[in-house]
């Protein structure tokens, strides 16, 4: 599956980024670091295998790339409303 990333345009604050295996959550730490120049971030994903699979080789290699992972937030499947 290839390296999906969006942004509606209306919240600069939030990326969300899509895929799977080790390679793709490497390559959005990579851009968020380098290409973006964020060097803070707070995560939010599901509370599953599948989701802390996904987003801890981003939080891994951002973090060895000198930036800081300010708050982690995993959520309960299902979760239909994130307002909370």
């Known amino acids: 599956m290839p390296l999906r990333f969006f942004n509606s345009g209306r919240n600069r604050w939030v990326i969300g980024g899509g895929g799977s295996e080790k ?13 973006l120049g964020y060097r803070t971030i707070n995560t939010l994903t599901i509370d599953n295998f599948g989701g802390r699979a996904f987003l801890e080789p981003l939080t891994d290699l951002f973090v060895k790339m000198g930036g800081k992972v300010i708050q982690q937030q995993w959520t309960p499947m299902p979760c239909p409303d994130f307002a909370p």
């Open 23 to 35: 390679q793709n959550p490497s390559a959005m730490a990579d851009y968020i670091y380098n290409r």
